[in-house]
C-alpha cells in the first residue's frame, strides 16, 4: 500500500515537469504595431463644438432705453411739479424745487441720495392731484397704471455739467426707472444756475 501511493505521486510530478517543459517550447506569435485612426475622434469632436455653440446662451450686452424728445413746441412744466437735478463731477449734485429765483434754494446731494428726495417730490405733487377723466381713461385704454395720472404734474430735469461722468448720469436715469417717474428730461445748465452753486458750495 504505501509503495503504491508513492509511485503514483511520483508519476504526477513527471507529468507536470513535462508539460511545463512543452509550453516553454512554444514558439510565441510577433505582436504588430496598434494603429488607431483618430478621423472619427476628430469628427465627433466638431460635432461637439457645433452642439455646444447653437446650445450656449450668448452674452447680450446691458442697455438702458432713454427716449429723446422729438422736435417741436417747448414742453410746459408746472412751476410747483419741477424738480431741477444740476450734476456736478464725481457722485455730486445740485437740486433745487420749482423755478430758479433769486429767493430759490439750492441744495447739495449726492446720486446715492437722490431717491429720498425724488420720492418726498413726488408724494407731494401727488397730494395735489386733482382727478383728471380724460388722463385716466388713456392709461385704462393702453393698459396703464391709472395711478400714474397723479404725477402728470411731476417733472424731473436732469442737466449733466461739464465734468460729470457717465456714470453719474446712467445712476440718475436709473433712479427714473426704480421710481416710475413718468416725465424726465436731459437740458444743459443755464449761466444763471452755474452762478449760483457757489451759494450752494457754502
Known sequence: MHSNKTKTMAQLTTNETTGNRKTRGVQRQKRLPTKVDMTPMVDLAFLLIT?????????????MD?????????TKVKKTGALTLLLDKEDQLFYYDGELTDTSTIHPATVSSIRNIIIEKK??????YITDPICEQAKAVNNEDVK????????VIIKPGKTTSYKSIVGV????TINRVQRYALANTTPEEMARLPIAHD
Open 173 to 176: 436715469l436709473d433712479e427714473m
Open 66 to 74: 432713454l427716449v429723446m424728445p422729438k422736435d417741436g413746441p417747448v
Open 148 to 155: 400714474d395720472c397723479r404725477q402728470q404734474d411731476f417733472f
Open 51 to 63: 452642439f455646444f455653440i447653437f446650445t450656449a446662451t450668448m452674452n447680450e450686452p446691458v442697455t
Open 123 to 128: 408724494k407731494e405733487v401727488e397730494a395735489r
